[in-house]
């Protein structure tokens, strides 16, 4: 497994992913924010939510 760092996230797709692709990936070893992404593009653009406001939305989900 490669290092993880800032720079060089570890990308990890959801566990409710579909089977046709349509994925979200969020990254770990980002200490200040948590990435999110869509799977099928990893080179495009990642949204940056504070740590609080992604905690919050994973309490409004459960």
Known sequence: ???VTPQHPG???SSYS???GD???LAH????FA???DSKCPDGPVI???RGAWRAFLA???
Do not use: I
């Open 35 to 37: 990435p999110v992404r």
């Open 23 to 25: 994925c979200l990936e």
């Open 11 to 13: 990308w990890r797709k």
């Open 1 to 3: 497994m490669p290092h």
């Open 18 to 20: 579909g089977g046709q």
């Open 29 to 32: 070893g980002v200490p200040d």
């Open 60 to 62: 409004h989900l459960g």
């Open 48 to 50: 940056r939510f504070s």
